[in-house]
């Protein structure tokens, strides 16, 4: 039995045929510059947003194809990135280094921030 390869990209992005028009194209491009068939499903999510999701579908036991997929996968993530198009999920399989901006945890200041608004002061009262 071959062993297969799925990986998929999806971003989410507003609903308009504009926007449709751009992201096609794109994934197009990629998939082709590296040897894969586009398969691409524009999801209506609601009248504002839609999910453009794409996969890429290969025979993991043709030597160097694992590696061709990340070549191809994290550059078109990166390239819809930078044209404001963001993964609303990660494959799990691959790790995108520099995907999001660096997690900055203010948990104790939001922690502070949110006692303070919510305790009623009662001029010592308690």
Known sequence: MAKRGFIWLAVTAPA???????????IEHF???YGFEPMIVLDGVNSREMYVMTSL????????RDEQVRKCFEPLAAELRTMGYYQY?????????????????DYASVFAKLQSSLLVQDGGNN
């Open 16 to 26: 308009s045929g504009t926007d449709a028009l751009t992201i096609v194209p794109v």
């Open 31 to 33: 998939f082709n510059d």
């Open 57 to 64: 579908v290969y025979d993991r036991e043709v030597a160097g």
């Open 89 to 105: 999920r990660w494959p799990k399989a691959l790790y995108v280094e520099n995907a999001l901006p660096e997690r900055n945890d």
